[in-house]
């Protein structure tokens, strides 16, 4: 009776018998699986995270590309507009043409000699011990003529030695700067009276050039920081910034670069080709000769049939960071095991109104 009473009591209280050991562990999940399920999650989380930010940085790379590129475009475009407009005068010459020759050309290039410039070298592939490919990146200074109706216009572009392009005096320069673009009409913007400024339709003589070369000569050494200078807020106008390599190099109307060793060499060179009207002069600077690089001046009516040029940007970041460097040395070295942060855009410019110059004989 007490048993009958006992067993209607369990199960009134939901009692159940107990179940063997291997029963009760089916209930539930192991520490395995547990730990396994963990480490799919993990799995999971970390592939998504690793997909988003690759994500991130493609966006962020595109947007600083195009920054670049759009930056590099608007200023290739600036130049080819400027540039294929270079006219020659057909000023008669003065003196007869030779490597001393002090008479003032209508169209110069030639690299930075100021400041302790140095241009940079960029080792881009090692293709083994004693045969290194290194890229010379050099900055120009380039004068020419255009000329709208009746007016001559001089433009120029070069690079401003307060850019953090250069170092104090007496010190090697870390390579780059910021381009500026000079335009000057027929004007003497040093005469105080603005009236007597500008002289509308007047013929090019020498003097007007003479006028014109000597505002470019003064305003590079002037600071772009001088921003109540007249002169240079009139005249000058910055391009883009960052800038390592600007170069641009005259071409024949048969498409051969007009080089140094065409023209006037060094003494016991072969004179292969003469520009009439023409220097082709080996670079030289405070460091000694730039292997193949030409410095070239026209007279006359000379002028090259195309130009080619190629301006090389440094990427923003590594701007940011060389302008943080307070060591010269190290900003340098940084520099030159960058070549991948140098974009280069090249373009090949006609010169509208440029005539085949006639080659005289060695």
């Known amino acids: 009776m007490i048993s009958d009473f006992s067993a209607s009591r369990k199960a009134r ?4 018998p107990n179940r063997t050991r291997g029963q009760a562990l089916m209930t539930g999940f192991s520490l395995i699986e547990v730990l396994l399920a963990v480490s799919i999650m993990s799995v999971i989380v970390y592939g998504l995270f690793s997909m988003f930010n690759q994500t991130q940085k493609a966006l962020i790379s595109t947007s ?10 608007v200023a290739i475009d600036l130049l080819v507009e400027d540039i294929q407009q270079a ?35 960029q080792q881009l592939i090692d293709f083994g011990p004693g045969v290194p490919s290194i890229r010379t990146n050099l900055l120009q200074n380039v004068f020419f003529l255009t000329r709208s109706n009746q007016n001559w216009v001089a433009k120029g572009f070069f690079f401003s030695p307060t850019t953090n ?6 010190t090697v320069s870390l390579g780059f700067g910021t381009l500026f673009r000079f335009s000057a009409p027929n004007a003497d913007l040093t005469v105080a009276n603005p009236a007597l400024r ?32 007249p002169v240079f807020n009139a ?3 910055p391009l883009i910034e960052g800038v390592v390599h600007f170069k641009l190099q005259p071409i024949d109307s048969e498409g051969r670069p007009m080089l140094y060793y065409t023209n006037f060499n060094a003494m016991g060179e ?20 730039l292997a193949g690089q030409t410095r070239y001046r026209f007279y006359g009516d000379a002028l090259p049939a195309f130009m080619e040029l190629e301006l090389g940007v440094l990427d923003p970041e590594v701007l940011v960071r060389v302008r ?24 090949m410019i006609p010169l509208n109104t440029a005539n085949p110059i006639e080659l005289m004989t060695p």
């Open 198 to 229: 500008f002289f509308p339709k007047r013929r090019l003589n020498h003097g007007l050039l003479g006028n014109l070369w000597e505002q470019f000569n003064q305003i590079q050494s002037l600071s772009p920081t001088q921003s109540t200078n």
């Open 235 to 237: 005249v000058v106008s």
């Open 270 to 289: 072969t004179i292969n080709l003469g520009y009439r009207n023409t220097i082709l002069e080996r670079e030289e600077t405070s460091l000694g000769v």
């Open 165 to 170: 392009m250069v170092a104090p005096a007496d």
């Open 13 to 16: 209280s939901g009692f159940k």
């Open 64 to 73: 600083k590309q195009v920054d670049v590129m759009g930056s590099g475009r």
């Open 324 to 347: 943080s460097m307070p060591n010269l040395d190290a900003a340098r070295a940084f520099l030159r095991d960058k070549p991948e942060a140098v974009h280069l855009f090249r373009r």
């Open 87 to 121: 006219e020659s005068p057909a000023l008669p010459l003065l003196s007869t043409l030779s490597p001393t020759t002090v008479e003032l050309p209508h169209m110069l290039g030639t690299v930075e000699r100021r400041y302790a410039y140095q241009p940079m070298l």
